[in-house]
């Protein structure tokens, strides 16, 4: 369920195994149930629970040392968004390369793609995998290694094209998780360094459900190179807190924009000191962009998932704010946010600025249709992302060394 309800109710029931059981045996792969881990992504990606909120459990239930392990894992999120944030050519590239790859494929590629993408390759596991996440939106991290792994160093396909379908039906579907760790196992990420997935490793991590015969993998890895990426500065935006919005109310009518890129207005910097007081914000919009899934290359069941989620996010935003939130889907998001704007005599609009992704390109679009209404559009950033994208810009080992220092935890 899209809810934040059965997201907290997911974390709550996982919590127990979060401490020591999560560092021995996270990286088993345990379908169909994968008790061994939490999976909470589709809700932490959306923001229906935030990461804060489930490092914050973890440690509180286990301290820090035990589940350290889990604890870091939840970081990795926010470190890959901090890093696309300051190198978001990696997605710009990916974006253009899709097309013009699946286009290019003939023959034997061709066919190779079709039977990678439906799970008819042969490969004990790999297709097990491709269909699992066909059915359920979701693979084990594990699994995601090897199968990127497979897809470009044994079938010696396009890792963008395998990216491409994790994001057509992966229910967490991130630019910056799925792009980035892609690139990773690829070796375009951290430079000289490939993920090679290993027959014995498989047959271990699976508990033997899958073997697959060392020749059906490829024994090395190959290079990959390309242009280095440009690092750009992070945007400076106001830090969210209940005065940053009484502050921008006072210049007249304020509305917020509600995405599915953050769901859960009502839990951290916004609740502090009492919560953002009532009729700060005059209105709200959770439009749904129509064309959207077909743009961002998503199943029928991810935009399902997504709009659901939108619509869980903005009951509970209308409550949080005490305004109502206008819904419906829109072929054209921007135009009919900037009317609504009109009707409610907004002075402003505030949101969270969407990461990179297929939501900032609905925010770009939106800033500028209401710069022409004359509506001003003004960029809030979680406390959260504030401390810690600017810290992602070299490899997460050095990352998280800082993280646990500012967090005073013990080393
Ligand atoms: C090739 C590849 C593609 C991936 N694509 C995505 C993607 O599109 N979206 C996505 O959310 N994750 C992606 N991941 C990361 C990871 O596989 C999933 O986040 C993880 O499997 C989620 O399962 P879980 O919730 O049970 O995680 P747990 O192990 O229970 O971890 C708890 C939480 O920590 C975060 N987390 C854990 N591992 C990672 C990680 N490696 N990177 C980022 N966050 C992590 C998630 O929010 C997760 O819910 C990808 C990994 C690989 C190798």
Not at 83 to 96: S, V
Not at 127 to 145: K, S
Request: hydrophobic fraction near 45%; proline fraction near 5%; aromatic fraction near 12%.
């Amino acid at each position: 369920m899209p809810t934040r309800a059965a997201g907290l109710a997911r974390l709550e029931a996982f919590l127990p195994r979060a401490g020591r059981d999560y560092a021995e045996m996270r990286n088993h792969v345990a379908p169909p149930a994968h008790a061994n881990v939490s999976r909470l992504s589709p809700w932490v990606r959306a923001r229906l629970v935030t990461e804060a909120e489930v490092a914050g459990a973890a440690r509180a239930r286990h301290g820090f040392r035990e589940a350290e392990k889990f604890i870091q894992e939840v970081y990795w999120r926010t470190y890959w968004k901090g890093w696309l944030e300051q190198r978001p050519e990696a997605w710009t590239r990916y974006l253009e390369a899709v097309p013009r790859l699946r286009d290019g494929l003939r023959g034997e590629r061709r066919s190779a793609h079709e039977a990678a993408r439906a799970g008819r390759t042969g490969i004990a596991g790999f297709d097990d995998w491709a269909r699992e996440l066909v059915e359920t939106g979701w693979m084990h991290n594990h699994a995601r290694m090897w199968f990127a792994s497979i897809w470009i160093f044994t079938l010696r396909l396009p890792w963008e094209l395998g990216a491409a379908f994790f994001m057509e039906h992966l229910l967490d579907g991130d630019p910056a998780s799925n792009t980035l760790s892609w690139r990773w196992v690829a070796g375009l990420q951290t430079a000289g360094k490939t993920y090679l997935a290993r027959a014995d490793n498989i047959a271990r991590y699976t508990g033997g459900e899958h073997a697959p015969s060392e020749r059906q993998l490829a024994a090395e890895a190959f290079v990959i190179t390309e242009e280095p990426l440009r690092r750009v500065a992070l945007a400076e935006r106001p830090v969210a807190s209940p005065d940053t919005l009484a502050a921008l109310a006072r210049g007249g009518r304020l509305g917020w924009w509600l995405h599915a890129e953050d769901l859960a207005v009502e839990t951290g910097d916004l609740a502090a000191g009492g919560g953002v007081g009532a009729g700060v914000v005059a209105a709200g919009f959770a439009g749904w962009p129509a064309g959207l899934a077909a743009r961002a290359g998503w199943a029928a069941p991810v935009a399902a998932w997504q709009r659901a989620a939108l619509g869980d996010g903005a009951a509970r935003a209308e409550g949080f704010f005490g305004c109502g939130f206008e819904r419906g889907e829109h072929a054209d998001l921007a135009a009919a946010l900037a009317d609504w704007a009109r009707r409610e005599k907004l002075a402003r609009v505030a949101a969270y600025e969407p990461p990179v992704g297929p939501w900032r390109d609905e925010a770009r679009a939106v800033e500028t249709a209401l710069a022409a209404a004359g509506v001003g559009m003004v960029w809030i950033r979680r406390s959260w992302d504030a401390e810690l994208w600017p810290r992602a810009a070299r490899g997460y080992f050095p990352f998280w060394a800082e993280v646990k220092a500012s967090e005073g935890a013990p080393g």
